[in-house]
């Protein structure tokens, strides 16, 4: 895939868009997407190492869909995490992301990640086809490079 936006990648209307986003995220689908390897060894790490743990994702703002995937990150990681905040397919993540002091960031979205890095975190953005851009972030390939920038254990 080449592009993160469904209208484009799919040739389809705003409407449809928004319609076959929600369909997806009321199925069960992302209730059992397994965590990235790396992540999935990392993450646990960085958590008994003190790092806490707030998801914010642009799925939409259901509240179901946001409860079935705090469950879902807390079985994938074996961890509580602090928060999952939703917010919609579109709407920005800036102001979520100025709530919180300067901290860590990660995202596969360059938009989000700059964002981030707008509000003064460390971010640091997950190279993917779709994310080719410039920003003021840190691009990394996976979660054992973030561990080695933020002086986690390896």
């Not at 199925?27 to 990392?42: G, H, K, L, R, S």
């Not at 979520?96 to 971010?123: C, M, S, Y």
């Amino acid at each position: 895939i080449r592009t993160y936006c469904v209208k484009t990648a799919l040739g389809i209307s705003e409407t449809e868009t928004r319609a076959l986003l929600k369909e997806f995220y009321a199925t069960e689908v992302m209730d059992n997407q397994p965590a990235e390897d790396c992540a999935a060894d990392v993450l646990p790490r960085l958590y008994r190492a003190g790092y806490r743990f707030v998801a914010i994702t642009a799925c939409g703002t259901d509240e179901a869909f946001r409860k079935r995937r705090w469950r879902a990150l807390e079985q994938a990681f074996g961890f509580p995490w602090e928060d999952v905040i939703t917010v919609n397919w579109v709407e920005p993540k800036k102001p979520h992301l100025a709530k919180f002091e300067p901290t860590v960031w990660v995202e596969d979205n360059a938009t989000h990640a700059q964002d981030g890095a707008d509000v003064g975190h460390d971010t640091y953005l997950i190279d993917r086809a779709y994310n080719r851009v410039d920003g003021s972030f840190t691009r990394v390939t996976n979660w054992f490079e973030i561990c080695e920038f933020i002086g986690g254990e390896k």
